[in-house]
């Protein structure tokens, strides 16, 4: 079966996605593969001379409606390109059709995604995966710049870098429930930040990875976390599957008020410092199937997970609930060994548990 895969890149102003670009088309045709890009539609608008901040809230409706049309044309006219190729193919969005949605109300976009015959849900199944570039206006301020998006309203100030900062947590919001987000810290080296792109894509395309240490702490929770930071709430099932040896199988459903969505997660070594790991997505027929090959040495693992983005570093905040209590793990990814973490005002950090085995959710899981 041939293979395509197509991926979004998005993020906040100034986030460093015109570069990423480049670098992805230069590092993945190296590698055998056709990269199209998709450009960034609403760019194409406002340089057309359409402009969001209009007062005139019937031509921003129909714009906003262009804007998700166009879309989703070029995305389909792409696939037909692709489904022709003769070398497997990479499809890169500049922005996806779910990023339209942080620009308006729920409601505007429940209508404008009627009127295009789809909704949020079909949507998001559209892309494998989604690569989120935090903006520089949050923890990288002084990178912070409008050169490279003559079109760009948030301008270098503190008014601009605020609304940045905004648009930054709508559009990480907007994809949440994208099983296969990865949300792209801000680094002291922009070149790590771009390096992590290349690692998650090559991820999504079944190519060996170096094995990589999340920074992970206990921390206890010691202060409100406030609203306005924008994090997402999820609740997490995780069981580990009977597997061969040296390989992990991992089952985890994820509830968003409701909103239910199964991965399947293979992570086999291949050498000491590499290995390979694929997701995919499966539908709650098949997760019922599944579940019954739990791996009968491991108990399943509950937890409420909270996300969020803090000064330009992504967290995620898991608090457990079975088969251990008491425990809270905050971890993050992208964060090179010489990096601060920037931690949080409301969370106290009890212990650093990076590369301690005994905290990873396959031992956790593991029956006493």
């Known amino acids: 079966m041939k293979q395509i895969k197509r991926i979004v890149l998005t993020g906040?102003?100034?986030a460093g996605k015109t570069t990423a670009l480049v670098r992805i088309v230069e590092y993945f045709s190296n590698y055998g593969y056709k990269v199209f890009t998709i450009p960034e539609v609403p760019t194409l608008y406002s340089q057309g001379g359409w402009n969001y901040l209009t007062p005139n809230r019937q031509l921003y409706y129909e714009g906003e409606r262009a804007i998700l049309e166009t879309q989703l044309a070029l995305e389909d006219m792409f696939s037909r390109l692709a489904e022709v190729c003769t070398k497997p193919t990479l499809i890169v969005c500049d922005r996806g059709t779910l990023d339209i949605s942080a620009y308006m109300t729920p409601e505007m976009w429940e209508e404008i995604t009627a009127k295009a015959g789809t909704d949020s849900n079909r949507l998001?199944?559209?892309y494998d995966a989604v690569l989120h570039l935090v903006s520089a206006a949050d923890g990288a301020e002084k990178y912070y710049?409008?050169?490279?998006n003559a079109t760009r309203y948030e301008q270098m100030n503190e008014e601009g870098l605020r609304i940045a900062r905004e648009l930054d947590k709508k559009v990480v919001k907007a994809w949440s429930k994208h099983p296969h987000l990865r949300v792209i810290n801000n680094n002291d080296d922009f070149n790590a930040k771009l390096n992590r792109v290349i690692k998650e894509i090559a991820h999504v395309l079944g190519l060996p990875q170096p094995i990589e240490e999340e920074r992970k702490y206990i921390v206890e929770i010691v202060g409100e976390i406030p609203e306005s930071i924008g994090f997402t709430?999820?609740?997490i099932t995780q069981t580990y599957l009977v597997a061969e040896p040296g390989t992990e199988m991992r089952l985890r459903r994820r509830d968003w008020q409701g909103k239910v969505v199964n991965i399947l997660t293979t992570k086999k070594k291949i050498s000491e410092t590499d290995q390979l790991e694929t997701e995919r997505q499966v539908d709650n027929n098949l997760y019922e199937s599944l579940v019954k090959q739990a791996d009968p040495y491991r108990q399943t693992i509950r937890k409420?997970?909270?996300?969020?983005i803090w000064k330009g570093q992504f967290f995620e905040l898991d608090t457990f609930l079975q088969p251990v209590e008491?425990?809270?793990?905050l971890e993050t990814n992208?964060?090179?060994?010489h990096e601060e973490v920037k931690f949080p005002p409301f969370l106290r950090v009890i212990e650093d548990i990076t590369g301690k085995t005994e905290?990873?959710?396959?031992n956790l899981a593991l029956k006493r």
């Open 12 to 14: 906040g102003p100034c």
């Open 124 to 126: 998001r199944e559209r």
């Open 145 to 148: 710049t409008t050169a490279t």
């Open 233 to 235: 709430e999820s609740d």
């Open 304 to 308: 409420k997970r909270r996300s969020f």
């Open 326 to 329: 008491n425990l809270t793990i």
């Open 334 to 337: 992208g964060i090179k060994n």
């Open 359 to 362: 905290y990873y959710n396959y």
